[in-house]
Every structure is written in structure tokens, then in C-alpha cells.
């Protein structure tokens, strides 16, 4: 079965805290995404990458970096947490055009 | 810019009747378009997708959707709603093979026993 693991379901950070989410998958997908989700907007893509150690800003990049060292690891950071990224973060992963296979996803609270 | 239009941020039906969820999107292109389920504190997860064969999509759980060309709509029916339905549905579109895909801004089902 296709697996997209995210490393914590649920995270409580400090303003101004360094923020890592850990996304793994194990199914040899190219493509990795980050998305976003807030209630009312849906989900909005962060950044992307189509191949290890490259990225491409998605729609709402401010504020977020990402690192893709190996083809199955795709990391997002938040330099320095602030309220507003308080959220649910959903990793998600495919091949070509084909479905976005998804995490469970990580909620972040920024306090 | 490519876009996704959900319409109806809630929609209520009573339990065994019929499931309308709306997805329209901007394109003159023929898209891939996809319906995503999320129950809650969960992922995404796919209930059917459109890739330019037929225009009638089965999906899981009974759904399906239709591809309208000419009204450049992906609606999502079901002939008879379950409790078990009740979750947010989201419509998401890629326009071109490799690209991200976009998301409508979600639908929330609720079913009413």
C-alpha cells in the first residue's frame, strides 16, 4: 500500500520557535508537495519539488523553506513560527499527472 | 489564473437522498480534475479522478462524477446519501501534466438521519 508518513500528527511551538515538519514516502514518487489548510480557504500549496534537492514556490511561500536531501524525504521549516502559521500541513506525493497521494497531516500551534 | 469554484461551503441532505456537489473550473484546456474526501483529522483521500477517457467517473463509496465540457463542471453525485458520507469534499484541478494541482476551497456534507 502507498504511504506518505508525516513525523508528528500534532505540534505545539513558541513564537519565534524553529519549526521542522518531516514527511516521508515510500513509493518512489518524483513529485512531493506542501500544502496548507485553513478552514474557509482550502488547501494552499507552500512549496513543491520535482526531483531531489529542487523546490519551486507554490502559492504562499513567505515565511516557509524546504529541503529534499533524498527522493522519499521532503522536510518543511518555519524559520521563525509566528500565530498566523498556526494550521494543518499536509505533505502529499505522485507521479506525473497522476493522483496526490496524502499524509495524515501535521496541526501546528503557534502559541 | 487557473481556478477551482466550489459552490456551497455546507451543503445538508437527509440520509438516502440524493448528493449535488458542485465544481466548476477555468480552463479552456482539457484538465485532469480530481474529487478528494478528508474525514476529519485525517488526509486526502481519492474518491474518483477524470483523465480525458470517459466522461462518466466511478468512484469509491458509490460517488461519481460527470465531466461537462461545455460548462466546464466536475460535479459530484451520489444517488443515496449515508451517515458515513457526512465529511469535506474537496475538487481539485491540474492543467498540464506535471503541475501542481489546485483545490476549490472545500464543501462540508452534513447528513441528517
Known amino acids: 500500500d502507498v504511504k506518505v508518513t508525516q513525523s508528528s500528527r500534532y505540534l505545539v511551538k513558541r513564537t519565534g520557535e524553529k519549526v521542522f515538519l518531516e514527511c516521508v514516502q515510500d513509493?518512489?514518487?518524483?513529485?512531493m508537495f506542501w500544502y496548507r489548510q485553513d478552514p474557509g480557504l482550502g488547501l494552499r500549496l507552500i512549496y513543491f519539488s520535482y526531483d531531489v534537492k529542487m523546490k519551486e514556490k507554490g502559492d504562499i511561500p513567505e515565511g516557509y523553506s524546504v529541503s529534499r536531501e533524498k527522493k522519499e524525504r521532503f522536510s518543511l521549516i518555519l524559520e521563525s513560527a509566528s500565530t498566523n502559521q498556526t494550521s494543518m500541513y499536509l505533505c502529499?506525493?505522485?507521479?506525473?499527472?497522476?493522483?496526490?497521494?496524502f499524509g495524515e497531516g501535521s496541526r501546528l500551534t503557534v502559541l | 489564473a487557473q481556478s477551482v469554484t466550489q459552490l456551497g461551503s455546507h451543503v445538508s441532505v437527509s440520509e438516502g437522498a440524493l448528493v449535488l456537489l458542485r465544481c466548476n473550473y477555468s480552463s479552456s484546456v482539457p484538465p485532469y480534475l480530481f474529487w478528494y474526501v478528508q474525514y476529519p483529522n485525517q488526509g486526502l483521500q481519492l474518491l474518483l479522478k477524470y483523465t480525458s477517457a470517459a466522461t462518466l467517473v466511478k468512484g469509491i463509496n458509490g460517488f461519481e462524477a460527470e465531466f461537462k465540457k461545455s460548462e466546464t463542471s466536475f460535479h459530484l453525485t451520489k444517488p443515496s446519501a449515508h451517515m458515513s458520507d457526512a465529511a469535506e469534499y474537496f475538487c481539485?484541478?491540474?492543467?498540464?501534466?506535471?503541475?501542481?494541482?489546485?483545490f476549490g476551497k472545500g464543501t462540508r456534507l452534513s447528513v441528517i438521519a
Open positions: 481539485a484541478v491540474s492543467f498540464s501534466g506535471n503541475t501542481p494541482l489546485v
Open positions: 513509493m518512489d514518487h518524483e513529485n
Open positions: 502529499a506525493s505522485r507521479v506525473g499527472a497522476g493522483e496526490l497521494f
